[in-house]
């Protein structure tokens, strides 16, 4: 039998059934004392606050920063002439009037390009066709941000080296290393940055998934980090349970909870490790990662969730048991 996110497979033993709906377990208490008013986790603009403005723009970082946004992540591209751009999908056809790959034009070519064609606001609108919101250089993104504000880099296009070696550029320039991290599904840029001065890298993806599959399904705490790093990983995660069998196969599919207090005892077991809880959404999902004393949330809207801090200045929440 195996275990499938949509990231990656994950092969196991006879335990794998009942170690799956084990994922489902309430992270409703956590690392907090009954009763104890939580520490609230980062709020950590994603894409700059996609929900709220056109990802990656300078128009959703700077409306993410008026909300009060504690981090900003961004994603990042090369250009057909070397430049870090700020854009996410492999087609320029997914958000913007244009069409083909970022690395088929100029970074001057992308700026004349509507990042928030696509962008539709609450009402069925979209406002950015008539007030074009262009894609940004990391330069000028880093220009924009107040200084000191953290900065997590996604790299989003292989090969790495070329853009690692470009990255690193820009941050050695703007002398922007203390306050940035570097993050990517692929564990390339992992290696390419290892071997760059002053990069502090997140753990890889694949990593960081393995050692909570490996607590959910209740074969022990493994290889948690020895020195202190960043892991990241979604809060909750649709996951497929394929049992084979001699005519065929059954599916499930699980709901998982990823973020519970066994695994985050595991990956702080030898180190104070630092855990951003991805896709944090709504409250009661940023109530639990308080509680379970998670450092930071990524939120597509940091205007949401102006207003339940705000609220919560009010009423701190509790964990109770």
């Not at 008026?66 to 430049?83: E, F, I, R």
């Not at 080296?161 to 599904?185: C, F, G, H, M």
Request: net charge positive; with cysteine.
């Amino acid at each position: 039998m195996k275990i499938l996110s949509c990231v990656g497979t994950l092969r196991r033993g006879a335990l794998i059934i009942a170690g799956a709906l084990a994922l489902q377990a309430c992270v409703s208490t956590g690392g907090q004392t009954p009763g104890e008013v939580a520490s609230l986790p980062l709020v950590v603009a994603h894409r700059g606050g996609t929900a709220d403005a056109p990802e990656n723009t300078l128009e959703a970082i700077a409306r993410s920063v008026a909300n009060g946004a504690d981090a900003m992540w961004l994603s990042v591209q090369l250009s057909k002439d070397g430049v870090p751009v700020l854009y996410r999908p492999a087609d320029l056809s997914a958000l913007t009037n244009a069409s083909g790959p970022v690395a088929a034009h100029t970074a001057r070519e992308l700026a004349r390009i509507n990042a928030g064609w696509s962008f539709r606001s609450v009402d069925g609108r979209y406002p950015y066709r008539e007030h074009p919101a262009a894609i940004p250089t990391l330069r000028q993104a880093l220009h924009s941000l107040p200084s000191g504000m953290p900065l997590m880099l996604d790299m989003k296009a292989l090969p790495a080296e070329p853009l690692t070696k470009a990255v690193a550029q820009v941050l050695d320039e703007e002398n922007a290393w203390s306050r940035t991290l570097i993050y990517s599904t692929d564990a390339q840029f992992q290696q390419a940055f290892a071997g760059v001065r002053g990069a502090r890298v997140f753990e890889s993806r694949d990593a960081t998934r393995d050692r909570l599959a490996k607590v959910l399904l209740n074969e022990g705490c493994l290889g948690a980090p020895t020195m202190p790093v960043w892991s990241g990983f979604e809060m909750h995660r649709t996951v497929s349970v394929i049992e084979k069998f001699t005519l065929g196969e059954g599916t499930s599919n699980v709901n998982a909870t990823l973020w519970t207090p066994a695994t985050l005892a595991c990956f702080r077991a030898r180190s104070r490790v630092k855990i951003l809880a991805i896709s944090i959404n709504n409250e009661d999902d940023y109530r639990a990662a308080a509680c379970l004393g998670i450092d930071a949330a990524l939120v597509d809207s940091p205007a949401q969730f102006a207003k339940i801090r705000a609220l919560w200045g009010q009423r701190a929440p509790s964990c109770l048991r």
